[in-house]
């Protein structure tokens, strides 16, 4: 039995989506003297992480209040934005609902044939030595042209969407079981719907696999709430979702600046 071509993929900065439920409750009961002086020092520990590549969003629907999302350039830095956040006197009234730890991730299905085409013709034996550090420079190479995808800057869109998604893998459709051609083909496809929306939506892809419950982790901004409707039906329609996806839970949001957490936190909103 032959080895399957395993898809290469381009890791870059990690991602921590945190999802929070308000303690109205206890927050009301407080004086309002006392509400804004926690509410202030808030606004301004975000505007610090903000300037670090986080983003505040207000959401709706019952799954949570607030969301907060961070890119980091490693874990650690990831976990440090965590304990900054639990020193906050505001976090005594925030409950997290969920959390979801990636990293952005960018596949390369094209470049794997291409790659296993000329490593081939070249007669490198596949994980030889040779072929590892051709390999690793390939890749390397890669990484610098793509390297504002892989590390981006926290898109300035107002609305957010946010969800986790799998591969089937069960006894009658399992992704990880079709031929690394047939993928590759699906793939380009879907890709392509994609493409079509790139003007009004912008689309992170972060990977999960050994750091969360699903697969990969999907986050899209927009100017227009819509667009996220359109993109994820029409996506619905093409062989690798209509097929082999599965999906979460949904996230939608609105961007807020850390000064309007104060106001946020007062009911007011702009």
């Not at 303690?23 to 020092?41: F, G, N």
């Not at 072929?131 to 869109?157: C, F, G, I, N, T």
């Not at 996220?228 to 039906?233: D, R, T």
Request: charge should be negative.
């Amino acid at each position: 039995m032959s080895t399957p071509i395993v898809p290469f993929t381009l890791e870059g900065s990690y991602a921590l989506h945190q999802m929070m439920r308000v303690r109205w409750r206890d927050w009301k009961y407080l004086a309002s003297a006392r509400r804004a002086e926690i509410a202030t020092q808030a606004a301004a520990a975000l505007a610090e992480l903000e300037a670090s590549n986080s983003a505040l969003f207000s959401m709706l629907g019952h799954k949570a209040d607030l969301l907060l999302l961070h890119f980091r350039r490693d874990m650690a830095e990831l976990n440090r934005v965590e304990q900054r956040l639990t020193q906050l006197d505001l976090w005594d009234y925030l409950e997290p609902t969920s959390s979801y730890v990636s990293v952005i991730e960018l596949g390369l299905y094209e470049s794997t044939s291409r790659i296993h085409k000329t490593f081939s013709e070249r007669g490198l034996e596949p994980d030889s030595e040779v072929w590892k550090q051709a390999l690793e420079e390939e890749l390397d190479r890669q990484r610098k042209a793509m390297e504002p995808r892989l590390y981006p800057s926290m898109p300035a869109h107002r609305y957010i969407c946010f969800y986790p998604m799998d591969r089937k893998r069960d006894e009658n459709k399992n992704w990880y079981q079709v031929g690394f051609a047939e993928r590759a083909r699906m793939m380009h496809e879907h890709g392509m719907v994609g493409r079509k929306y790139a003007d009004v939506v912008k689309q992170i892809i972060t990977g999960s696999v050994g750091f969360d419950d699903w697969e990969w982790g999907v986050t899209l901004f927009s100017e227009d709430p819509l667009h996220f409707k359109k993109l994820i039906y029409e996506m619905r329609f093409d062989e690798v979702s209509a097929v082999y996806a599965l999906f979460g839970t949904f996230y939608i949001g609105l961007r807020r600046s850390p000064q309007q957490l104060v106001s946020w936190l007062g009911g007011n909103l702009d």
